[in-house]
């Protein structure tokens, strides 16, 4: 799988929790390719995959978005984060779309993913959506 993308690795989507899984969906990596071609600048992904003994998650109720393998963080800010926002929003694969852009520059990012509503998260993630953290 990993093979058919251009732009990203399997290590850059890994769960940060120590288990190191990446089971993201191809598809919704396909279009972070075109979206990362676009963009004609590297992309940093500060969070990828999470499965359910990550921190983040662990403390949800219900699944977030990054345990399907359809989201991502990517680290961002000022006009590149409006570039790359404009772009995803090109995809209508993307229905899910968070800002950060308070803080250190180094803790600023858009997260997107692909989640929809006829994915067995549909009921408690109401997509397309759009939200500031």
């Not at 345990?67 to 772009?87: F, K, N, P």
Request: with cysteine.
């Amino acid at each position: 799988m990993w093979d058919d993308i251009e732009f990203f690795s399997e290590h850059e989507f890994a769960c940060k929790c120590g288990c190191g899984n990446a089971p993201m969906d191809l598809g919704f990596l396909k279009v972070l390719d075109k979206i990362r071609r676009d963009f004609a600048k590297p992309l940093k992904v500060s969070s990828g995959y999470r499965c359910s003994e990550h921190p983040i998650e662990a403390r949800k109720k219900k699944p977030g978005a990054h345990s399907t393998g359809l989201a991502c963080d990517l680290l961002v800010h000022g006009q590149e984060a409006l570039e790359v926002l404009r772009l995803a929003l090109s995809h209508p694969q993307i229905q899910g779309v968070g800002i950060q852009q308070k803080g250190k520059r180094s803790q600023r990012f858009v997260h997107l993913d692909a989640v929809d509503q006829s994915s067995h998260l549909g009921g408690h993630l109401a997509r397309p959506n759009i939200w500031s953290y």
